[in-house]
T-cell receptor, first 111, second 116 residues
Framework: QQPVQSPQAVILREGEDAVINCSSS?????VHWYRQKHGEAPVFLMI?????EQKGHDKISASFNEKKQQSSLYLTASQLSYSGTYFC????????????FGQGTRLTINP | GAVVSQHPSWVICKSGTSVKIECRSL??????MFWYRQFPKQSLMLMAT?????????EQGVEKDKFLINHASLTLSTLTVTSAHPEDSSFYIC????????????FGQGTRLTVV
């Protein structure tokens, strides 16, 4: 039931782009994206609902393809502050509340 | 935005003792809270769903007698790790969803438990 994220780790230079994917074996109602810095709580980035949503915030955007049961997170012109581990959290049905998280993608941005 | 507060931030206990971790929603009522466990460099593994006024729902493989959850009010859930052993050492983190549908999850600061 745990979604699968890829890649497991990415190393970039500042200013480069990255794509993180999240795939589920089950149909999804929503996908959440969070970023976690070492030793800290995860921080919310965005929610995507079924219906083929795309969302963007500054230079971070995401898409959700419900037919393919997958979501992608796009990081454009990465900044040092983008470093951390990114998790997708999936919700199977509306109102289910609980989120099941992928294994995480560790993103390292070097100057 | 909504805030979830978790206490303590870290705790060291001896094997065989019990440890209680508190999770509070500070500015909203949370009928449901979630407890996760995270090992170093690994994912957030859902342990259980804490329901106000009723029994918690545990995920498969999680021992309910070892990880006692109490959700006595709309703003407080507690996780008690009973008879702790070194293998219980981990980062425990709670979360609550905002009121309504399609809301984000707010996370507590997490509790690093070390059992010696």
């Amino acid at each position: 039931q745990q979604p699968v994220q890829s890649p497991q780790a990415v190393i970039l230079r500042e200013g480069e782009d990255a794509v993180i994917n999240c795939s589920s074996s089950k149909a999804l109602y929503s996908v959440h994206w969070y970023r976690q810095k070492h030793g800290e709580a995860p921080v919310f980035l965005m929610i995507l609902l079924k219906g083929g949503e795309q969302k963007g915030h500054d230079k971070i955007s995401a898409s959700f393809n419900e037919k393919k049961q997958q979501s992608s997170l796009y990081l454009t012109a990465s900044q040092l502050s983008y470093s951390g581990t990114y998790f997708c959290g999936t919700e199977l049905v509306q109102g289910a509340q609980k989120l099941v998280f992928g294994q995480g993608t560790r993103l390292t941005i070097n100057p | 935005g909504a805030v979830v507060s978790q206490h303590p931030s870290w705790v060291i206990c001896k094997s065989g003792t019990s440890v209680k971790i508190e999770c509070r929603s500070l500015d909203f009522q949370a009928t449901t809270m979630f407890w996760y466990r995270q090992f170093p460099k690994q994912s957030l593994m859902l342990m259980a769903t804490s329901n106000e006024g009723s029994k918690a729902t545990y995920e498969q493989g999680v021992e309910k007698d070892k990880f006692l959850i109490n959700h006595a009010s709309l703003t407080l859930s507690t996780l008690t790790v009973t008879s702790a052993h070194p293998e219980d050492s981990s980062f425990y983190i709670c979360s609550a969803r905002g009121v309504g549908f399609n809301t984000e999850a707010f996370f507590g600061q997490g509790t690093r438990l070390t059992v010696v």
